[in-house]
């Protein structure tokens, strides 16, 4: 294996590890914008609430990774119950204008919130040893780190994609949204179906952003910063469509990740190029719902 031919499947690699963290921050929203359809543009900033809640659980209450991030996820997740019973319920019924201002405001007050708590510096979740080095395959260098993350989040998108498909909740998540007056006609409690639906999407992009914090650094203004990604990830995939943004991310992720070393003149905007080119070619995503 030549040097070029190593080094073009080791960006690859890279490329597949930053699109599944991709996927993992992204597909929340996928969830609450394309079944819940709710305009969320404040789902980056629980990236963040997650990341920095695994980041304090580790440094001040001593705990490890791997207890650390779920309980990062599990605190979300209650946050993001609170706020969907106290203030997204408001919106459901109102405008994608409205719920675009709404949550737009809400991102600049989360913002504002942790810039005071955490300061302004860059960080990132401490490793612990067993997903630090490289496996060393001939002449590749795979990251285990990168791996996890791969592993992860396809345990993440099956476990998803089995839950919307193949149960009842995810049944009558599809009914509260088709027909939410029948729905409740039928014995569904709309409102307890459409909190935990809302709690699942805030914990998965709590995941994405503990797990992800190598890629994307911790940061007060990640909720702002990093909102354009998850929205092309949702748009090029198909709003609603898991699988879409499986494969948006991943497409996007080797896009990005080859770009800034083949074309380092263009840095971050070749994604925005292909993210043009692709819904040229594919107005309604990869995937669109039927």
């Known amino acids: 294996m030549n040097t070029s031919f190593a080094t073009l499947l080791s960006l690859v690699i890279d490329g597949v590890a ?6 993992l921050i992204s597909v929340g929203l996928t969830i609450t914008l394309g079944v819940m359809r709710v305009v969320n543009l404040a789902h980056s900033a629980f990236a963040m609430i997650g990341g ?14 791997f207890v650390a991030v779920p309980i990062a996820v599990i605190g979300t997740m209650l946050i993001g119950a609170l706020l969907e019973r106290t203030l997204y319920r408001w919106v459901y019924a109102t405008s994608g204008l409205g719920q675009m ?9 989360i913002t504002a919130l942790f810039k005071n708590l955490g300061g302004t510096q860059l960080q990132s979740v401490p490793m612990p040893p067993s997903l630090q080095g490289n496996w060393n395959v001939g002449p590749l260098s795979l990251s285990v780190y990168r791996a996890f993350l791969v592993g992860a989040s396809a345990a993440v998108g099956l476990s998803l994609w089995l839950g919307l498909e193949r149960t009842s909740f995810g049944a009558k998540l599809r009914a509260s949204v088709d027909n939410p007056r029948i729905a409740r006609c039928v014995g569904i409690d709309v409102p ?7 709690a699942i ?33 949702v748009a090029v995939g198909g709003l609603g469509s898991l699988r879409g943004s499986l494969y948006a991310g991943l497409l996007l992720g080797v896009i990005d990740t080859l770009g ?17 080119a692709i819904l040229l070619i594919r107005p309604h995503g990869l995937v669109p719902r039927s």
């Open 18 to 23: 930053y699109g599944m963290m991709l996927f």
């Open 52 to 65: 920095y809640l695994a980041l304090w659980s580790m440094q001040h209450a001593g705990l490890g990774f």
């Open 101 to 109: 201002l709404m949550t737009i405001g809400l991102a600049f007050v």
């Open 192 to 198: 307890l179906v459409f909190s935990v639906t809302f």
């Open 201 to 233: 999407g805030c914990g998965l992009a709590a995941l994405g952003g503990a797990l992800g914090s190598q890629f994307l650094p911790i940061e007060p203004y990640y909720g702002l910063k990093y909102l354009v990604h998850v929205l092309i990830v």
């Open 260 to 276: 800034r070393y083949y074309v380092p003149a263009l840095g971050a905007f070749v994604i925005y190029l292909a993210v043009l």
